[in-house]
């Protein structure tokens, strides 16, 4: 699955995927910021990042989650990263599920260039869906090439006022839901889930909002990566 995670700054994409991320078994999380508090492997150096990614790979290994803040060469850790993941989907296609699955998240996509990395675009294109998890997180859609917008399966939208922004989320997502994203409250976000051509709206932060400089999600093993929806908003969302 791909998701895409838009909106303003400061309003909850970055914690949102990570939430998501913590409810797959393994993480490799580019953080060009270090926003994100882990007791997992950071590394900053491109030598050292062969040996994270084995050790996240070694079931016996109590550490599952890779935090990539690079020192330098942003463009050849994150096409270094990819092929890891590439590798990951490739050597474990056949594992279980809830052992292996992944979820690859590519914070401010503005600080790569998604197209530049053929390991990436296999990940997107040929990656399986329910081992592979990708999310990228961006202030606008132009931030995301249009070619990955295309193929993204939820797009997970926050506040969005330009009125540039709200024209592409209308023509993917209809005139209802740019309506409903222009007037969300800070993390509050909005779910178009384009397999089915769907909204929901998540209004309860509480599900999955904690501060990423403490983390507390659960580490449970969920197909279902994204929050529960506030039931009180359901019907409302199914007329988006």
């Known amino acids: 699955?791909?998701?895409?995670?838009?909106?303003?700054?400061?309003?909850?994409?970055?914690?949102l995927v990570y939430s998501m991320a913590r409810k797959c078994p393994a993480r490799i999380i580019l953080d060009p910021r270090a926003l994100i508090h882990s007791d997992g492997l950071r590394v900053s150096r491109i030598e050292d990042l062969d040996a994270a990614v084995d050790a996240i790979a070694d079931e016996s290994n109590p550490l599952h989650e890779v935090l990539i803040t690079p020192d330098s060469n942003v463009q050849t850790m994150?096409?270094?990263?990819?092929?890891?993941?590439?590798?990951?989907a490739q050597d474990f296609q056949h594992a279980p599920r809830s052992k292996r699955r992944l979820m690859f998240v590519i914070?401010?996509?503005?600080?790569?260039d998604l197209r530049a990395s053929a390991?990436?675009?296999?990940?997107?294109?040929?990656?399986?869906?329910?081992?592979?998890?990708?999310?990228?997180?961006?202030?606008r859609p132009a931030d995301i090439p249009t070619d990955i917008r295309a193929i993204s399966d939820h797009w997970l939208m926050f506040r969005c006022t330009q009125e540039h922004d709200l024209k592409v989320i209308e023509e993917r997502c209809t005139e209802a839901v740019r309506g409903q994203v222009a007037k969300l409250n800070p993390h509050e976000f909005i779910d178009w889930?384009?397999?089915?051509?769907?909204?929901?709206?998540?209004?309860?932060?509480?599900?999955?909002?904690?501060?990423?400089?403490?983390?507390?999600?659960?580490?449970?093993?969920?197909?279902?990566?994204?929050?529960p929806v506030d039931p009180s908003t359901i019907d409302k969302a199914r007329l988006f």
């Open 193 to 227: 889930d384009d397999a089915t051509a769907t909204a929901h709206a998540f209004r309860n932060p509480a599900a999955w909002y904690v501060p990423l400089r403490s983390p507390g999600a659960s580490e449970q093993v969920d197909l279902d990566i994204l929050p």
């Open 1 to 15: 699955m791909i998701y895409l995670a838009l909106g303003r700054r400061q309003l909850g994409k970055t914690t």
């Open 119 to 139: 390991a990436f675009e296999y990940v997107l294109r040929a990656a399986p869906p329910d081992l592979v998890n990708v999310a990228i997180t961006a202030h």
């Open 78 to 88: 994150f096409d270094q990263a990819s092929r890891h993941v590439k590798a990951w």
């Open 107 to 112: 914070d401010e996509a503005r600080f790569f």
